[in-house]
């Protein structure tokens, strides 16, 4: 029976899995609570600060549709990248190079394009300006730097983001409360059933940035992939036999094991799947959904209240310091002037798990596919200050979101979410014991996955390519 369990796992580019027992899960559903807190904290940047405001304010609020059926699928998308880890330990871009050696790098690549430019550290740089003053760019610098720091010397690495991105959900959640009691309008109000009873398809929007909220509402791109290492981290399912990322200064780094694992389907491990697989879907939906709507739909009414018809509005963080100022102009200072300090300090937390998940999935691909007798941990950190470095030179060089560079933006996140949609489809149904397989209805959400995000990515391709095209000239 074991070796039947481990011969079903693709051995020509990786090494065999080795049969373990499934540990038992926790007692209590509070301990396995943090990785859809971080996925909500890494999250609540773009679509819940700029995006979707920005939409509302446009159109009002009849695209709040695209939040729900975008958070909805990455549940969907979540959750089979979590059942493979839960099975096995390894990552999904592990299980994907088991078909092809070469798909980590390529899914690494993408990510490393979609996340080259500053963007997060620049605009929460940006709003710290419109604060305090100061320079934009050497602001950002100092913010790169303060992240490298960050997680080069936390013990452990997940612990310390999921404290900072849980107190980071803690501050929004707060400053919308105060929002409900000041800000947002009874006519906002009024307004929201619209999102249900007259939703809309507003292309005059423009395909990337449909897509982008589609892609952007909670997570996106290259994130979600990162659920596989930050739920292995906390230590879920067969995850617990894998040490976790420490620093290569403050922590004590563990002997790594060259493999996954699978358990033999026998009545206990399949008691405590069950009651694994159950807890891992009720922390999703209760920390990275709930939380990534709720907060969508409320930062929406309060963009709402202020700067609804309010011509040339930018979509881009210019766009905050209008409704920043409208803020303070219609609530008070004071709240304007809280708006910009949350949504700085929120951007700021987007950046930390930016260079986090960036970096981690590259390093886990290295070690596992091409590095296998380097320190996962030492090509980590790496990473980390590669990546740092890059945008430290980026900056300096004055590049401001360049066209080419936005347009790979726009387009990167929902191309990955397409590929590896279909790569889940394969791997957690012809790799996996059949009794702990994707039932019909999740691979239905799976084929979804792969039109909704194949569609609107050819199509932005599409638009945006004929925009470059006359750019250039």
């Given at each position: 029976m074991s070796e039947n369990a481990a011969g079903r796992f693709p051995a020509r580019h990786l090494p065999q899995v080795v049969v373990r027992?499934?540990?038992p899960p926790p007692a209590s559903a509070r301990r396995v609570i943090g990785p859809g807190v971080v996925a909500a904290g890494v999250g609540l940047a773009s679509g819940e600060f700029v995006l979707y405001p920005y939409i509302a304010s446009q159109v009002g609020l009849v695209f709040l549709w695209a939040a729900a059926v975008g958070i909805v699928t990455q549940w969907f998308l979540n959750m089979e990248i979590e059942r493979y880890t839960l099975a096995t330990g390894e990552?999904?871009?592990?299980?994907?190079?088991r078909f092809w050696r070469h798909w980590g790098l390529v899914f690494a690549i993408m990510v490393y394009f979609a996340n080259l430019w500053?963007?997060?550290?620049?605009?929460?740089?940006?709003?710290?300006?419109?604060?305090?003053g100061g320079n934009a760019t050497w602001i950002a610098i100092g913010m790169l730097l303060v992240i490298g720091v960050t997680l080069t010397l936390a013990?452990?690495?997940?612990?310390?983001l999921e404290r900072i991105e849980g107190l980071k959900v803690i501050l929004v959640v707060l400053f919308i409360a105060v929002a409900i009691g000041f800000a947002i309008s009874a006519?906002?109000?009024?307004?929201?059933?619209?999102a249900v009873t007259a939703p809309d398809f507003p292309t005059e929007l423009g395909f990337a940035l449909m897509l982008s909220a589609l892609v952007f509402a909670g997570a996106g791109g290259g994130q979600n992939?990162?659920?596989s290492n930050w739920i292995r981290d906390k230590g879920y399912g067969m995850g617990a036999y894998v040490p976790r990322l420490v620093s290569p200064v403050t922590g004590a780094e563990e002997a790594a094991p060259g493999t996954g694992f699978i358990f033999e389907t026998t009545p206990e491990n399949l008691t405590r799947w069950r009651r694994w697989w159950r807890l891992a879907n009720?922390?999703?939906?209760?920390?990275f959904a709930l939380i990534s709507f709720v907060t969508i739909v409320l930062m929406s009414l309060l963009s709402y209240s202020t700067v609804f018809g309010t011509p040339g509005l930018a979509n881009s963080v210019e766009f905050l310091r209008i409704e920043g100022e409208t803020l303070k102009a219609t609530v008070g200072g004071w709240f304007g002037t809280l708006f910009w300090l949350i949504g700085a300090l929120s951007l700021f937390a987007a950046a930390l798990g930016i260079v986090d998940y960036t970096s981690r999935l590259a390093a886990d691909v290295l070690k596992t596919s091409y590095l296998r007798s380097r320190s996962e941990n030492r090509i980590y950190f790496g990473l980390v200050w590669g990546l740092v470095a890059i945008g430290i030179v980026v900056l300096l060089a004055g590049l401001n979101q360049p066209l080419p560079l936005l347009v790979i933006a726009a387009c990167v996140g929902g191309l990955m979410m397409f590929i590896y949609s279909v790569l889940l489809l394969l791997l957690n149904r012809r790799v996996l014991p059949p009794e702990i397989r994707p039932r019909v209805w999740r691979v239905v959400a799976l084929v979804w996955s792969v039109l909704l995000f194949g569609v609107f990515s050819a199509l932005t391709i599409w638009q945006q390519g004929a925009k470059l095209l006359d750019w250039m000239g």
């Open positions: 027992d499934l540990p990552t999904a871009l592990t299980g994907f190079s500053p963007g997060w550290a620049t605009s929460s740089a940006t709003m710290v300006t419109y604060l305090f013990p452990v690495i997940y612990t310390a006519d906002a109000w009024a307004e929201l059933p619209t992939l990162c659920q009720q922390e999703q939906a209760l920390t």
